[in-house]
């Protein structure tokens, strides 16, 4: 199986982002952040974030290339742990 891990080819993701995610971290669309907020709401790193950032599933942190990468059974099942665990936290 394969999944997106995040890439950092320059420093431009820490002026892009609210919080920037590091190199190599396991990554999804993560357009659900953005599920309750209007068109007034996205303005600024919001809306890079929005419009052109991965969400890393490790960090909660945005990036703006991934990598198709190869991920394990057991990486696979920690990174919908992590996820999962996300969005009980955050989400309720």
């Known amino acids: 199986m394969k999944l997106a891990r995040t890439v950092r080819l320059d420093i431009s993701d820490?002026?892009?982002?609210?919080?920037?995610?590091?190199?190599?971290?396991?990554?999804?669309?993560?357009?659900?952040?953005?599920?309750?907020?209007?068109?007034?709401?996205?303005?600024?790193?919001?809306?890079?974030?929005?419009?052109?950032g991965w969400y890393s599933v490790e960090s909660g942190g945005r990036a703006s290339f991934v990598s198709v990468c190869a991920i394990t059974e057991s990486e696979l099942e920690s990174v919908r742990n992590q996820l999962a665990q996300t969005f009980v936290e955050i989400y309720g």
């Not at 999804?28 to 309750?36: L, R, T, V």
């Open 14 to 52: 820490q002026n892009v982002f609210e919080n920037p995610a590091q190199s190599g971290e396991w990554a999804i669309s993560g357009g659900f952040e953005f599920s309750n907020w209007g068109a007034d709401d996205l303005k600024g790193k919001a809306k890079q974030a929005f419009s052109n």
